[in-house]
């Protein structure tokens, strides 16, 4: 199998981007990806779904995604056509739901710190390398535990324990 | 090497003597919670799983208080959708209507989290339950679905923190301002992952009511959960509710913690958590004067009797409160409205110009029955204060506990309870 290679710009972000910034309570009565997709980030960056561009790679500072527990964030990150989180650390509930339904997170500080806004980068998950096109520089984040790369292989967690 | 409280459940239900931190786990669940935002979704996943039937019917619980009374189309399809599920499962803890309260506050008063539990829950402030010496934890909706269907869920254990609180409690000081001064003190993720760990000679001093709340917000430190050990207040409180047996644990003497706070609580003054993050932290009495238009008691933080008692002693004594301040009362549940009725509360509040609403978690999250305007700036007794949180992006709500958001909404601004003569 090849390995899968995520490509796309950047939309940087600070600390503590919680998950009442990512999708806002007052669409929670939806589950529907496609109408979440429409409001991502509108909180925190109302021009975010205007700038998106499908593959794009969200990076953040600490804490990425704290507060709720509410699936429908990393459900509105993914259909909003984001092929990666990259950040520092992310909040743990954040971390379980993203991994849950297939969204690719990964945590490099080295990455956090040299990567721009607006940067061209490209991810191979297989590897855990990041690649700097704009800066042309690469980066190395953790390898996910082989608990959750099981996950992840099998599509998801009720994928998972159907097996 | 001994074991923390919260590592000697999770190895008690994996059949294991001792389990490490770090170490993976897919230990039993004995309750699995959800409500009616996350439980859509989640049994829209438990239905993709060819599963046909929950693990147990009496281990899950069903709330539905975010956004009902039903706000609107969309919610009440949600909770149609929930209620059917509910129904063709013979879900025997399932809260609507007349029976719903606020999840973290019906779910261990009616015995259904008990100490020494492990209870799951898509919902952040599932980790409210550690103050019955339980594990407990928020998950999201596609663990809801896998527990739903195997009654287990994956874990990584946590490394446990301690905090030893010591010293004499203020005037007014609540487990809200305890929780709040820490939360100040290490930061939103200062307990990214980990366990913590509440312990010291103050404990004894605090009611179930307090535990709770401190509890509950160890989410903001971006804790895996909070607790407490049980000890006779937690018997008090569980002997007459729990609907199956008990059982108590406790750290071992010698018990490993990856960092250790004491905590003098002779320094903590009533505390207000400024916008926008739960951390801002302040003595109220250190603020500058601050006009505020509405303020919010309830929710699963602090919507408890004891909670209501305190605010209506306040109250009484300003007997109205600001005309320019909407004072939105909520009982966090059925019996808590019932006995602030026969106590005489809800008079007290209606009196003075409040509103007194029917449980649900509503403005907390931006729900309803409560939305915040541009510019508008309200002290609620809740957990969150981030952007838009109570409604429109450029509002803001500051975190307090009932005492100093009584006295906010007699005075019009952020207030002390002693300000109220």
């Known amino acids: 199998m090849s390995d899968i290679i995520l490509k796309g710009k950047v939309h940087k972000y600070g600390s503590n981007v919680n998950t009442d910034e990512i999708i806002p309570a007052r669409y929670l009565n939806t589950t529907d990806p496609i109408v979440l997709a429409k409001y991502c980030m509108e909180d925190i960056d109302k021009d975010f779904v205007k700038n998106v561009k499908p593959g794009d790679i969200i990076v953040a500072e600490n804490n990425f995604g704290c507060g709720s527990s509410r699936e429908h964030a990393p459900i509105s990150i993914k259909a909003a056509g984001v092929s990666a989180v990259i950040a520092n650390s992310f909040a743990r509930i954040f971390f379980r739901n993203s991994i849950n339904i297939g969204l690719p997170i990964l945590e490099s500080e080295e990455a956090v710190k040299s990567i721009k806004d607006g940067d061209e980068i490209e991810i191979n998950l297989n590897k855990g390398t990041i690649h700097n096109i704009t800066q042309n520089k690469t980066y190395q984040s953790q390898p996910f535990p082989e608990f959750m790369q099981k996950i992840i292989k099998a599509g998801g967690l009720l994928k998972y324990i159907k097996k | ?421």
């Not at chain 2, 590592?7 to 004995?30: N, Q, R, S, T, Y």
């Not at chain 2, 438990?46 to 619980?61: E, L, M």
């Not at chain 2, 949180?389 to 958001?405: T, Y």
Request: with cysteine; charged share 25%; proline share 4%.
């Open chain 2, 1 to 421: 090497m001994g074991s923390a409280i919260t590592e000697k459940i999770l190895a008690a239900h994996c059949g294991k003597k001792v389990v490490e931190p770090g170490e993976f786990i897919e230990p039993k669940v004995d309750i699995a919670l959800g409500n009616d935002v996350t439980a859509p979704l989640a049994i829209k996943e438990f239905k993709k799983s060819g599963v046909k039937k929950v693990f147990d019917k009496n281990k899950i619980a069903l709330v539905m208080d975010h956004f009902t009374p039903n706000k609107d189309i969309l919610s009440a399809e949600h909770v149609k959708f929930v209620r059917e599920f509910a129904k063709e499962q013979k879900i025997k803890h399932y809260f609507e209507g007349g029976n719903v309260g606020v999840e973290h506050a019906i779910v261990p008063e009616k015995g259904i989290a008990i100490p020494g539990d492990i209870i799951i829950g898509a919902d952040s402030h599932t980790c409210t339950y550690g103050a019955l010496g339980a594990f407990s934890t928020g998950v999201g909706s596609t663990d809801l679905a896998s527990a739903m269907a195997t009654g287990k869920v994956w874990f990584k254990v946590p490394n446990s923190i301690k905090f030893v609180l010591k010293g004499k409690l203020n005037k007014w000081v609540s487990g809200k301002d305890i929780i709040l001064y820490i939360i100040g003190l290490i930061g939103v993720d200062g307990a990214l992952y980990n366990s913590m760990e509440f312990t010291g000679s103050v404990c004894k001093k605090l009611t179930m009511a307090d535990r709770f709340t401190i509890a509950n917000m160890a989410i903001e430190a971006g804790g895996k959960n909070g607790i407490f050990a049980p000890d006779e207040i937690t018997e008090k409180y569980a002997a007459k509710r729990a609907l199956r047996k008990y059982k108590f644990y406790e750290s071992d003497k010698d018990a490993k913690y990856l960092k250790t706070y004491e905590i003098d609580c002779s320094k903590i003054f009533p505390q207000v958590a400024l916008p926008f993050l739960p951390s801002n932290a302040k003595a109220v009495k250190d603020v500058k004067k601050t006009y505020i238009d509405q303020v919010v008691i309830g929710s699963c933080t602090n919507g408890r009797i004891e909670d209501l008692r305190i605010a209506a002693s306040i109250i009484k004594k300003g007997k109205k409160v600001n005309p320019n301040v909407r004072t939105i009362v909520i009982p966090a549940t059925p019996a808590i409205y019932s006995q602030a009725l026969e106590e005489g509360l809800l008079k007290i509040f209606m009196d003075a110009g409040a509103v007194v609403s029917a449980p649900t978690c509503g403005p907390c999250l931006g729900g309803h029955m409560g939305i915040l305007a541009s510019g508008e700036k309200c002290v609620s007794t809740t957990n969150r204060n981030f952007v838009g949180r109570m409604g429109h992006v450029e509002s803001q709500v500051f975190l307090a506990n009932p005492a100093v958001s009584a006295a906010s909404a007699i005075k019009g601004y952020i207030a002390t309870p002693d300000e109220i003569k």
